[in-house]
Structures are given as C-alpha cells and as structure tokens.
C-alpha cells in the first residue's frame, strides 16, 4: 500500500493500483484504514491527502453507515478546509450533483458550490 501514496508513481499509478489494494484491506480494515490510509491525510504532500479521499470515496459504500460516520466522514469535513482538496475533488462532485435530477440536491450542491467558491475568494 505504501507505492500507492508514493507521489512519483503520479496519480494514474494510484488510480490503477488503490482499488485491488483496498479489497485485500478489506479482510484487515481496522489496521489497514488507521494504520495506512487516514494517517496519510495530515502529510504535507497534497498527492497523500487526495489518494487518502480516494481510497475514503471507494470505502464508504461498503463500509456502512456506523464507519463511514464515525471514521471516514471526519477525515473528509477536515480535508474540505485544504483549498486544493476542495478545487480538485469536492467542487467537481458538487457541479455533477448540480445537474442531478432530484431538485433538493441540485439545491444543496448549488449551497454547497457557493461556499466553495466563497472560501476560495477568501484565501
């Protein structure tokens, strides 16, 4: 797991290797999750934090509801104060959920897209 957050494999290497990583994590989670992966988004390297919400984006739908809460939520809403995290991940999930179907979540992703783009003019 550690070539994965290696920043000179470039995140096309992560994007291939991190998920067949991830299932084997799977058996271990506890260790792996605390051990390799959340400790990884406070590294000074913007490339750990982003493979960090990665790995966390393809973790919480089979994690549950009890995990994702309590472990993985917490290490995203910290991430959502880095401006990069918020520009390269967070903003583009948003402006896809701004063109959703459901008119509540068009709503909320548009609140959600405005703060974005206020904290980005505040920085």
Known sequence: MHRAIDHQYGMEAVNKFLPSNLIKCRNNFYDCLN???????????YLYRMTTLQAISLLAPVMGA?????????????????????????????????????????????????ACDQMVMSS
């Open 66 to 114: 009890d995990i994702t809460c309590q472990q993985l939520l917490p290490v995203v809403i910290t991430s959502s104060k880095d401006r990069r995290v918020v520009e390269k991940t967070v903003k583009p999930c948003l402006v896809e959920l701004s063109e959703d179907p459901d008119v509540d979540v068009r709503y909320y992703a548009n609140q959600a897209l405005q």
């Open 35 to 45: 051990g390799i992966v959340l400790e990884k988004i406070n590294n000074p390297h």
